[in-house]
């Protein structure tokens, strides 16, 4: 069973910057990064594909983080600057065990892989 082992979390103050990381067990197809506040549903973040030639953001988050992976340590990164009050949320990491789906990667549904998620807390 691969696991996806999310860090980087914390509580960070408005305009201050954080890393996550996710690690998985094994090699991974696309990765990406969702998060969830409490009362909403799960929204996409950022993605990257397999060889980085493609890498996708939401509205919200373009400009200030960027998503990097590194395949040789099976890792994801989501550098997160000019943090805001409104990216507090439990990030969760997701991976895709296989190739070739036409879902999009910025899809829930294109994801095999979900990690338990860590918190992300901006305070003003």
């Known amino acids: 069973q691969v696991q996806l082992v999310e860090s980087g979390g914390g509580w960070v103050q408005a305009g201050d910057s954080l890393r996550l990381s996710c690690g998985a067990s094994?090699?991974?197809?696309?990765m990406g990064w969702f998060r969830q506040v409490p009362g909403k549903e799960r929204e996409f973040v950022a993605a990257?594909?397999?060889?980085?030639?493609?890498?996708r953001y939401s509205d919200s988050v373009k400009g200030r983080f960027t998503i990097s992976r590194d395949n040789a340590k099976n890792t994801v990164y989501l550098q997160m600057n000019s943090l805001k009050l409104e990216d507090t949320a439990v990030y969760y990491c997701?991976?895709?065990?296989?190739?070739?789906?036409?879902?999009?990667?910025?899809?829930?549904?294109?994801?095999?892989?979900w990690g338990q998620g860590t918190q992300v807390t901006v305070s003003s």
């Open positions: 990257v594909s397999r060889s980085a030639d493609v890498i």
């Open positions: 997701a991976a895709r065990g296989t190739p070739y789906s036409r879902v999009s990667l910025s899809s829930e549904r294109y994801y095999t892989y």
């Open positions: 094994a090699s991974m197809y696309g």
